[in-house]
Antibody, heavy 121, light 111 residues
Framework: EVQLVESGGGLVQPGGSLRLSCAASGFTFSSYWMHWVRQAPGKGLVWVSRINSDGSSTSYADSVKGRFTISRDNAKNTLYLQMNSLRAEDTAVYYC??????????????WGQGTMVTVSS | NFMLTQPHSVSESPGKTVTISCTRSSGSIASNYVQWYQQRPGSSPTTVIYEDNQRPSGVPDRFSGSIDSSSNSASLTISGLKTEDEADYYCQSYDSSNPVVFGGGTKLTVL
């Protein structure tokens, strides 16, 4: 079964750090571009970051640029999101998602179940 | 940067047809594919339409997608509405400067 399972969410104080993981199974992880998408409570979907299949190219939303880092370990079939200098407005469910297309055409065909990140003192 | 604008909410009765619009603020809607995602309460999103008008396997043919260059918008049409279609629906596209852009989402109520 094709599956993405996120972990690593939790409660963190403003200014703190957290690393999210997304374990992939049931497909050749190293062949796919991957994304992180977040959703604040009661709000819509917001794209966060993207990484290409070998990890050599990344993109970020302006709101997280310089604070978040996306990476992957293809040997471990795992996607990561290192989040530093966290702010209250980063509070959201974070989803990892598979992109069925390499390159500029972006879409999502598989989503994880999400992991909740709460930034609060 | 461009935006995708959706109605905040729509409602319709079971068995009827509803159309959700997604209007692109700048650049041509036809230049880049549009996807549609369904998100039921408490669940992750799933794809109902990709590449403007293609349905993934398992999505009923009651769901269809189209684009209209004259209004620079995409539309998701759901016919024969069922109570299980009640969900939030998001359109999504991209361009060379913006890897991913989501619409704000539309809450569909089937009553």
């Amino acid at each position: 079964e094709v599956q993405l399972v996120e972990s690593g969410g939790g409660l963190v104080q403003p200014g703190g750090s957290l690393r999210l993981s997304c374990a992939a199974s049931g497909f050749t992880f190293s062949s796919y571009w991957m994304h992180w998408v977040r959703q604040a409570p009661g709000k819509g979907l917001v794209w966060v970051s993207r990484i290409n299949s070998d990890g050599s190219s990344t993109s970020y939303a302006d709101s997280v640029k310089g604070r978040f880092t996306i990476s992957r370990d293809n040997a471990k079939n795992t996607l990561y999101l290192q989040m530093n200098s966290l702010r209250a407005e980063d509070t959201a469910v974070y989803y990892c998602a598979r992109d069925p297309y390499p390159g500029a055409l972006s879409a999502f065909d598989i989503w994880g179940q999400g992991t909740m990140v709460t930034v609060s003192s | 940067n461009f935006m995708l604008t959706q109605p905040h909410s729509v409602s319709e009765s079971p068995g009827k047809t509803v159309t959700i619009s997604c209007t692109r603020s700048s650049g041509s809607i036809a230049s880049n594919y549009v996807q549609w995602y369904q998100q039921r309460p408490g669940s992750s999103p799933t794809t109902v339409i990709y590449e403007d008008n293609q349905r993934p396997s398992g999505v009923p043919d009651r769901f269809s997608g189209s684009i209209d260059s004259s209004s620079n918008s995409a539309s998701l049409t759901i016919s024969g509405l069922k109570t299980e279609d009640e969900a939030d629906y998001y359109c999504q596209s991209y361009d060379s400067s913006n890897p991913v852009v989501f619409g704000g989402g539309t809450k569909l109520t089937v009553l």
